[in-house]
């Protein structure tokens, strides 16, 4: 019974931010699921300027799952935050535990950790955080369940803590916008560290996660896009610069099955990720800069 309270009201959070002529659903988006055999999957897309939201398999966007490592996001605005972490440079030396992601095996900074997903260096960071003030943050930022219960380095891995697709979308929204309680400084950090491409057409910020849930794998790929375009401003205007940076905020995740290794399931995720917004037009197919 509450489980399904909690759904409607998450239902009535989404449709409440846009009118409904600005939901769109868009059920063309399951082809590039379906082709890697994947049933349970969902995407949804905000485009910020016209406060317009498309989705596909609304049901699924709304139900909350565990962040995996996109909770890294938050963790790393809360070690900026607290000054566990002075900036994006704080080494944590490996702790000579050789583990099966070797780009994991060495001493990394922040910025470093947050590329390769090194989750050892977020436990230790969670670990200086500590339960009370992690629990503050979470709670402040509304942080979808807000359930930091267990120990203070699983509680994002272990199904303590869920969120959904759209609440992931409204989060990281708030934060590139600098409202959430974070400090502009902390946010613009984390913002930077979540850049992934950059063209003369957009700029690609995401994190991806893979977490465990009941008897399937869960995989995210949580982000923003700036669709770069250029204008020509009047020769009296105050804004001396031709660019304009348009932001469309998203989240997808999709179930596979235990431990299955039948495909490469974490670049199908982002592949998947860069096709729905080739489709919807806010990424060319260009290069990114290297």
């Not at 009118?19 to 897309?45: T, V």
């Not at 535990?97 to 990394?108: G, I, L």
């Not at 001396?240 to 039948?262: G, W």
Request: charged fraction near 25%; aromatic fraction near 14%; charge should be neutral.
């Amino acid at each position: 019974m509450r489980s399904s309270i909690i759904v409607s009201l998450l239902a009535i959070f989404l449709f409440a931010s846009c009118r409904e002529s600005r939901l769109h659903e868009k059920p063309e988006w399951g082809k590039y699921f379906e082709q890697e055999g994947l049933k349970d999957a969902c995407f949804i897309l905000r485009d910020h300027n016209h406060e317009t939201v498309y989705f596909y398999n609304k049901e699924r966007c709304l139900k909350r799952f565990t962040p995996a490592s996109t909770f890294k996001i938050f963790n790393s605005l809360v070690a900026l935050e607290t000054a566990v972490a002075p900036d994006d440079e704080l080494v944590i030396k490996w702790d000579s535990v050789v583990r099966d992601n070797a780009d994991w095996n060495k001493d990394m900074n922040m910025r470093e950790a947050f590329k390769v997903s090194c989750v050892p260096y977020y436990q230790e960071i969670a670990r200086r955080i500590g339960a009370a003030r992690m629990a503050h943050y979470v709670d402040t930022a509304n942080y979808g369940n807000k359930n930091v219960a267990g120990a203070i380095d699983m509680f994002w891995l272990n199904d303590s803590l869920q969120i959904s697709a759209d609440e992931q979308v409204g989060f990281l929204k708030r934060m590139y916008f600098a409202e959430l309680p974070f400090s502009e400084r902390s946010q613009r950090i984390v913002k930077n560290m979540m850049l992934q491409e950059e063209t003369p057409q957009y700029k690609l910020y995401y994190k991806t996660g893979w977490g465990h849930h009941g008897q399937s794998d869960i995989l995210w790929v949580v982000g923003f896009i700036e669709k770069i375009e250029h204008v020509k401003e009047h020769a009296n205007s105050m804004n001396k610069s031709d660019m304009r940076m348009y932001p469309y905020f998203f989240a997808m995740n999709f179930d596979v099955p235990e431990n299955d290794t039948t495909k490469d399931w974490a670049a199908i995720r982002t592949n998947i990720t860069k096709a729905i917004l080739k489709d919807f037009g806010t990424m060319s197919a260009e290069a990114p800069k290297q």
